[in-house]
Nanobody, 115 residues
Framework: QVHLVESGGGLVQAGGSLRLSCVAS????????MNWYRQAPGKQREMVAS???????NFTDDVAGRFTISRDNKWNRVYLQMNSLKPEDAGVYYC?????????WGRGTLVTVSS
C-alpha cells in the first residue's frame, strides 16, 4: 500500500516562512516524481511544485521565486520550503504522486497566513 503523510502546516504571518514535509511509503521513492498541490477554500486544487527523480523542479508562476522543493531519497521525504508567504497562499497542502496508474494523495496539512 502507498501512504503519503504531510506535516509542517500551521499559522504564519504574511511575509513569513514555513516548511512542509511529506514522508512516503509503499513505493520505490527515488524513481518517482513527487508533487505538492494546494486547495484554498472555495477554489480548485492546483499543483504548486514538483520534483522529478533527477531533482529537476517546476513551480507554478504564483510561487516561483518564493517556494523551493527538495527531496531526501534516503528517508523517502519531499519538502516544500515556502518563503515570503502571502494570504493567497493559504489552504490545505497535499503531497501527491502517481504509482501503478493511480493518483496517490496524502490527507493534507493546513497552512493559514494571517493579516
Amino acid at each position: 500500500q502507498v501512504h503519503l503523510v504531510e506535516s509542517g502546516g500551521g499559522l504564519v504571518q504574511a511575509g513569513g516562512s514555513l516548511r512542509l514535509s511529506c514522508v512516503a511509503s509503499g513505493i520505490n521513492f527515488k524513481i518517482y516524481t513527487m508533487n505538492w498541490y494546494r486547495q484554498a477554500p472555495g477554489k480548485q486544487r492546483e499543483m504548486v511544485a514538483s520534483i522529478d527523480s533527477s531533482g529537476s523542479a517546476n513551480f507554478t508562476d504564483d510561487v516561483a521565486g518564493r517556494f523551493t522543493i527538495s527531496r531526501d531519497n534516503k528517508w523517502n521525504r519531499v519538502y516544500l520550503q515556502m518563503n515570503s508567504l502571502k494570504p493567497e497562499d493559504a489552504g490545505v497542502y497535499y503531497c501527491h504522486t502517481k504509482s501503478w496508474g493511480s493518483d496517490r494523495w496524502g490527507r493534507g496539512t493546513l497552512v493559514t497566513v494571517s493579516s
